[in-house]
């Protein structure tokens, strides 16, 4: 049985494609499941892809990766990243690595982007690049 990646998705990235594609890009988080369903089936990994506006969901989710074994958590947090404690504390409860994901560059934005609560906590940080970033962050959790 191949390895389990969850991918999880915060608020409001269900409106990707139409929600300021300036910033976020024109594909649709169906387009980017799409990609990463591929590259995980090139790497030999299974994905669990969600999204939540709700912040409980996202720690149960996190929690949720542990219990089943998952290789990795691929959590782009959205807004939560710079507010949720809860999500800092549940990623730091368990041994499951979380990669945090950034279609845009959070530095390079307003300053209270600046702060991240799920990257003190996360194994490693990848933004910028748009929907590359969930790419680069699923070879990454094929290597862990």
């Not at 149960?60 to 074994?69: L, Y």
């Not at 945090?100 to 991240?116: D, K």
Request: charge should be negative; hydrophobic fraction near 45%; glycine fraction near 10%.
């Amino acid at each position: 049985m191949p390895a389990t990646v969850f991918v999880l998705n915060g608020p409001n990235l269900n409106l990707l494609g139409a929600r300021e594609p300036e910033i976020y890009g024109a594909d649709t988080l169906d387009d980017i499941a799409g990609m990463v369903e591929d590259r995980a089936r090139e790497l030999g990994l299974e994905v669990d892809i969600r999204q939540s506006n709700h912040e409980g969901h996202l720690v149960d989710w996190v929690q949720e990766a542990q219990a089943i074994g998952a290789r990795a958590v691929i959590l782009n947090a959205g807004g939560y990243t710079h507010t949720s404690v809860a999500l800092h504390d549940a990623i730091k409860a368990v041994s499951v690595p979380v990669i945090e994901v950034h279609l845009s560059n959070p530095h390079a934005r307003e300053g209270f982007r600046h702060r991240s609560y799920v990257g003190r906590v996360a194994r490693g940080t990848i933004a910028g690049f748009g929907p590359m970033g969930y790419l680069l962050a699923l070879d990454a959790a094929a290597k862990l």
